[in-house]
């Protein structure tokens, strides 16, 4: 069953510093997603992509944060200068049509991002 | 900004027994809503939908229940099975303007034998 991919499994990394979420998704899926969790807390919607554009994105997803996709598989989420406060499970998620016409989000199984 | 409640954070629930799950939305722009099951150190995995037109939708041992004029739905999972102890969250969808998933807290379900 195919099935979205994250790379690497927990990052740690200093404050300030830049770090690459990578993704792959599901081959034929057009919609890409990243979503977050911080620790006892809910997952929490952060960008959506499509047709090589943002489509949509929250209010977390400030000028730190930007997502690429630089070839034809992979889908990577980029914080500029890291913070303390982006300690959190980052979750990449894509879907073969629109959410809300049918298409449900498949996730991957999460990035565990330590800043320290 | 809880636009997705799920005031329930845990539920432990006999093997074979019915386990309920509630969720409560406060944005009526919602229109689909759907349920996920999570494991520790895995993502969401898709359980199952339902668009606002309807008030029930079933698959296998899991249904789900929408009421529109309470702004509340439900997954019920029967029977239940150790297997399907987990974290479920609630999400909801506006599909007229957005394709991002808004999340409830989540609610621990622990199956016991």
């Known amino acids: 069953e195919p099935e979205v991919t994250q790379t690497p499994s927990h990052q740690v990394t200093q404050m300030g510093q830049e770090v690459i979420l990578r993704c792959v998704p599901i081959?034929?899926?057009?919609?890409f997603y990243w979503y977050r969790q911080i620790l006892g807390q809910k997952v929490e919607f952060l960008v959506s992509?499509?047709?090589?554009?943002?489509?949509?994105k929250s209010e977390i997803f400030d000028d730190q944060f930007s997502v690429e996709r630089p070839d034809g598989s992979n889908f990577t989420l980029k914080i500029r200068s890291t913070k303390l406060e982006d300690s959190a499970m980052y979750f990449c998620?894509?879907?073969?049509?629109?959410?809300?016409?049918?298409?449900?989000?498949?996730f991957g199984p999460g990035t565990r991002l330590t800043v320290l | 900004d809880q636009q997705v409640k799920q005031n329930s954070p845990s539920l432990s629930v006999q093997e074979g027994r019915i386990s309920i799950l509630n969720c409560d939305y406060t944005n009526s722009m919602f229109d689909y809503f759907l349920w996920y099951k999570k494991y520790p150190a895995e993502g969401p995995t898709f359980l199952i939908s339902i668009s606002s037109i309807k008030d029930k939708n079933e698959d296998g041992r899991f249904t789900v229940f929408l009421n529109k004029s309470a702004k509340h739905l439900s997954l019920h999972i029967v029977p239940s099975q150790p297997g399907d102890s987990a974290v479920y969250f609630c999400a909801a969808l506006n599909t007229g303007t957005a394709s991002k998933l808004t999340f409830g807290t989540g609610t621990r379900l622990q199956v016991t034998l």
């Open positions: 992509f499509y047709n090589n554009e943002i489509s949509e």
């Open positions: 081959s034929n899926h057009l919609y």
């Open positions: 998620a894509s879907s073969d049509i629109r959410q809300g016409d049918g298409g449900e989000q498949f």
